[in-house]
């Protein structure tokens, strides 16, 4: 049985754990609360640029642009992973890692292009050496969306790529965080998200100078917006896991801290309780004397 130092050292230690998972949930909740305040400024310019986008397609029929077609014939997947910097969310990056292992599975020749750390660890362990990275945390998420966006949209017009999907956190509730694999390139029209989606245009569409020329321009930006969401619903998605791990962590810290506590003092009670047999064994020897 472990002795009372040992004991109180335990729970000294379980006590400074228990401070650390604590911080770490209130600065959890408070990151959350920026991270929802972004997604729902950004909400607005998503939803009119995805009604935009399915209004246009649907009015100009047939396209020509390298987007709505499908990549260059045998050209291998590209792959945009996307999970958090860091840790310590529960299994919030290995649920979106092995949906990229899925992936990998039926695309073994896919190209990975990784957002976040622990994508790119994960997909070094993969035996995926050089690969192009970014990381989520930075100081402006829109100017990494455009940097992802412009290498991907490259490499699949250069043929190195037959498609574009992503595999990202979706933020379901704040207790529920699971990944989704998106295709993003080639767009079909019927596919493009929105809050608020409809079934054909709401009027006639004119063009100028053409469908193409306007197209030309949505579409790459459709394509950033769409990689900026997902960086902020993946970050909005992992400080959820945080504060839901942070919190399982601080109360079962607690239950560890009473369990440890009544152990101290059972250990405590025997001790006194030896002392005091030893005591009155001493004193009835020398009566007997």
Do not use: C
Not at 35 to 51: F, I, W
Not at 87 to 100: C, K, P, T, Y
Not at 102 to 112: E, M, Q, S
């Amino acid at each position: 049985m472990p002795s009372v130092r040992d004991l109180r050292d335990r729970i000294r230690s379980m006590k400074n754990t228990q401070q650390i998972t604590k911080a770490m949930k209130q600065v959890a909740a408070a990151k959350i609360r920026r991270s929802e305040l972004a997604q729902k400024q950004a909400r607005p310019y998503a939803d009119t640029l995805s009604e935009m986008l399915r209004d246009l397609m649907a009015s100009a029929g047939n396209l020509d642009h390298p987007f709505t077609k499908p990549g260059r014939a045998g050209a291998p997947s590209g792959v945009i992973l996307m999970t958090a910097d860091k840790g310590l969310a529960g299994a919030f990056n290995s649920n979106i890692i092995r949906a990229g292992e899925l992936h990998r599975k039926d695309n073994p020749n896919a190209v990975f292009y990784t957002v976040g750390i622990k994508a790119r660890n994960a997909v070094r362990r993969w035996g995926i050496g050089e690969h192009p990275t970014w990381l989520l945390n930075t100081p402006s998420k829109l100017d990494v969306a455009r940097e992802v966006a412009r290498r991907v949209t490259d490499d699949f017009i250069a043929g190195k790529i037959g498609d574009i999907t992503l595999i990202s956190a979706k933020l379901v509730s704040m207790m529920s965080q699971k990944p989704e694999t998106r295709r993003l390139i080639p767009i079909v029209a019927s596919e493009v998200s929105g809050e608020t989606a409809r079934t054909g245009p709401k009027g006639a569409v004119e063009f100028s100078p053409s469908p193409e020329a306007v197209l030309s321009r949505l579409l790459p930006k459709y394509l950033e917006f769409t990689i900026f969401s997902a960086m902020l619903e993946t970050d909005a998605a992992f400080y959820a896991a945080q504060l839901l791990a942070m919190n399982n962590a601080t109360e079962n810290a607690g239950k560890l801290i009473d369990e440890l506590t009544i152990q101290m003092n059972n250990a405590r009670q025997a001790a006194i309780t030896k002392e005091l047999l030893e005591i009155v064994g001493g004193a009835e020897a020398l009566t007997g004397k």
